[in-house]
């Protein structure tokens, strides 16, 4: 494995969870983070953070629903570091309920973050691979979709859309351009806290209690992708606890 000191990342949701343990573990290995979510507060302590401990670190705040905003993501990367070697598009949410239920805010909510969002970190990051002639999207995924279970039927939807698209990118590709797709199962985050539908939320804060992981396996996982060398190209990784069904 290559040694990724000094590739400059871009990180989306990285205030918190697994966003924010990817930037941490980054950096530990010497790469610069660009850090973007809603809270700005929260990525500017983030960044002291790591700058207490020797890392370098830039934000922006964002809201990827949009697209103009991924575009300050990947342009404060280039200004502040001269490059962009890695977009992580992490940031997603979850609203899990039958489908005649009929959530269709909770619908559009996920389509423009998990769906929309992904395509619009791709969209301003390309131009900037393609300037470069090298890069790497990496689209952090989920179990869901994998496996196909009532409750997350638009969830998984909008996952499964990110698997084709990335498909279709990979075969499109030169190889100038990788792309790698993470799917982790149950992390510990607070993910569930935005859940509407109580039910699931006790139903997924239940599961994380009882076999959640480390999201630090999901930044080791980044890091096994972004350390690989140019011609070798990790597609998809499945990380879930050992013990989930």
Not at 97 to 104: A, M, P, T, V
Not at 163 to 191: N, W
Not at 219 to 242: K, L, T
């Amino acid at each position: 494995m290559e040694d990724i000191e000094g590739k400059v990342v871009a990180i989306t949701g990285a205030s918190s969870g697994m966003g924010k343990a990817i930037a941490i573990e980054l950096t530990k290995k010497g790469a610069k983070v660009v850090l973007g979510a809603r809270r700005a507060e929260k990525l500017q302590q983030l960044v002291e953070e790591i700058e207490s401990k020797g890392g370098d670190a830039a934000f922006a705040q964002i809201d990827i629903k949009n697209k103009a905003d991924l575009v300050t993501l990947v342009n404060t990367a280039v200004e502040q570091y001269g490059k962009l070697d890695v977009i992580i598009n992490n940031a997603g949410v979850s609203q899990l309920s039958r489908i005649d239920e009929l959530d269709i805010d909770g619908w559009e909510e996920m389509i423009d973050i998990n769906l929309k969002g992904v395509l619009y970190g791709m969209a301003a990051a390309i131009p900037i691979f393609k300037q470069q002639q090298s890069g790497h999207i990496i689209n952090i995924i989920s179990t869901s979709g994998i496996k196909i279970v009532p409750m997350q039927g638009v969830y998984a939807g909008t996952k499964n859309a990110i698997r084709t698209i990335a498909e279709a990118f990979r075969q499109e590709s030169d190889g100038s351009i990788r792309i790698t797709g993470i799917s982790p199962g149950f992390v510990k985050t607070d993910f569930a806290s935005n859940i509407k539908n109580e039910e699931m939320k006790t139903v997924i804060q239940n599961g994380m209690e009882q076999m959640a992981i480390n999201p630090i396996a999901i930044a080791n996982a980044v890091i096994y992708a972004v350390s690989q060398p140019a011609d070798v190209e990790i597609g998809d990784i499945v990380i879930r606890p050992s013990k989930q069904n």
